[in-house]
């Protein structure tokens, strides 16, 4: 009897933990099989001992999801991940639950548990999830991701990572402290550009790269808008749904505007990483990582049109330098955005498409420009040309294209796209292709470069020690503005 009250208070996941205990021990184990290998496929290794297949769980198993920011980008990714049909999203969390933006994603999935505060959603035990999805602005990634990763959940959290260079690199501390799996969201490092580059990369035909452009001259929210302005803008009534203290996390206190929410938060530099830490994930991800290139040695501000040190400029253009990596010689990666600052076009570039994977933002679906984001990558006898997220390279120009087609290697196909990965990842099937430990660099360099826009300066970086090692002021801003009373715990590793 005594054993039917206890199980009794069990929840779903220490019910789901005590049959497999039992199972186990019913087939002659001698100790207890973790959920992800019973029943499952093996572990499979080839002579090098690099894993070929991971453990996998029973494929009928599904990934319960507790979701944290839920509208707008929020909505899509919930949705690209109920596409996946290896998840059930169980729990959703937003400060702003019941509002416009919300109600669709909280009407489709009307059984999950919801929270206003996400410290509530991962502190209780009423609801057992077993992986964490954040769609916050850029300022929250960081406190919410932390506090998932310490209660030992396997995170997504979109990009960039978060919005200071020292609150990245506690996320990729905490990572490998708590062991646990993570995805950056800039979905396509799961796709064709991906596996294309690594596939060049290795067979030689991308080597001895030295310069790389990348371009996203679209029209942002901040544009037009008056770059005279000191101060932020005026307070108005915060909407009864909204939580705004909430809201603010770690930021210090402002008063609320509508063009601090719902996406305007991208243009001040407080609470987002403007054009390059939206766009730069999704240019920039599959040649950061297949050349090596780490963190920069400088970064200067070539053209800051319409600098203020509130919102983001007009127009910039950036220079990023890498040094030489092992044979590989130093390169120069230049980022142009605003809407007439193009970059110069190689001789025979040819057209310029939209790439098809490109998700419609809040403002609506990005429009077809003369000149739409991508990247033009330099190397000593070839020149490529590419968009963003998961489209393909080309050679350019036609002709010498036409001379490679006989010598280019066999790309694989990706077996997931980025949404499946991480759930498969959560599952023992696959590794995530962007964790913390690839997508934080990555994100640094985005930090580094809105320091640069902001001081309107140009900055010498220390990769060993991760110092600027020429400005004082901007080196004491690698940590951000000291955290609001009362959320200083996230800092603490």
Request: with cysteine; hydrophobic share 35%; charged share 25%.
């Amino acid at each position: 009897m005594k054993d039917k009250i206890n199980q009794s208070k069990l929840t779903s996941g220490e019910k789901r933990r005590d049959f497999i205990k039992k199972s186990a021990l019913a087939f002659g184990a001698f100790h207890i099989i973790p959920s992800h290998v019973l029943f499952s496929k093996p572990e499979i290794r080839n002579k090098a001992g690099e894993i070929v297949q991971m453990a996998s769980k029973v494929p009928s198993d599904r990934v319960n999801l507790a979701c944290i920011g839920i509208g707008n980008r929020g909505e899509q990714v919930i949705n690209d991940f109920d596409r996946t049909g290896l998840s059930n999203v169980v729990a959703l969390c937003d400060v702003d639950m019941g509002a416009p933006h919300t109600t669709k994603i909280m009407e489709k999935h009307s059984k999950a548990k919801r929270f206003k505060d996400f410290r509530e959603l991962l502190d209780q035990k009423e609801v057992d999830f077993d992986a964490v999805i954040i769609c916050t602005p850029d300022f929250s990634h960081f406190p919410i991701t932390m506090h998932a990763m310490a209660s030992g959940k396997p995170v997504y959290v979109e990009k960039p990572m978060a919005r200071t260079f020292q609150e990245v690199e506690l996320m990729m501390k905490a990572a490998k402290k708590y062991g646990v799996i993570t995805q950056m969201g800039n979905q396509g490092h799961s796709e064709a550009n991906a596996f294309q580059f690594k596939a060049w990369v290795d067979a030689g035909i991308i080597k001895d790269v030295d310069a790389i452009t990348c371009h996203m001259n679209s029209r942002r929210r901040w544009h037009g808008w008056d770059t005279s302005m000191t101060s932020y803008p005026k307070a108005e009534p915060i909407p009864e749904t909204l939580d705004w203290d909430l809201w603010l996390t770690t930021a210090e206190h402002h008063d609320y505007n509508k063009d601090f929410a719902n996406g305007q938060w991208r243009c001040w530099y407080e609470f987002g990483m403007g054009a390059l830490g939206d766009w730069g994930a999704h240019i920039m991800d599959s040649f950061h990582r297949y050349l090596d290139l780490g963190l920069p040695e400088e970064i200067n501000a070539v053209n800051l049109k319409g600098h203020n040190p509130l919102f983001y400029p007009q127009a910039t253009t950036l220079d990023f330098k890498f040094p030489k990596r092992g044979k590989m010689p130093a390169v120069n990666v230049t980022w142009y955005d605003g809407l007439e600052n193009l970059p110069p076009l190689p001789e025979g570039y040819g057209s310029s498409e939209l790439s098809a994977d490109i998700p419609a933002a809040g403002t609506g679906q990005i429009e077809q420009r003369n000149l739409n984001p991508g990247k033009i990558i330099y190397g000593k006898d070839l020149t490529f040309k590419g968009g963003s997220h998961g489209s393909t390279l080309s050679i350019i120009p036609e002709e010498a294209a036409n001379d490679m087609k006989s010598s280019l290697p066999e790309v694989p196909e990706s077996s997931s796209n980025h949404f499946a990965n991480f759930l498969l990842a959560c599952k023992g099937e696959e590794k995530t292709r962007s964790p913390f430990e690839v997508s934080g660099p990555l994100s640094q360099i985005f930090s580094l470069g809105v320091l640069a826009q902001q001081m309107n300066t140009n900055l010498k970086f220390d990769r060993k020690k991760k110092v600027i090692t020429n400005n004082k002021v901007a080196n004491e801003l690698l940590n951000g503005t000291p955290p609001r009373k009362g959320w200083e715990e996230y800092y603490k590793l």
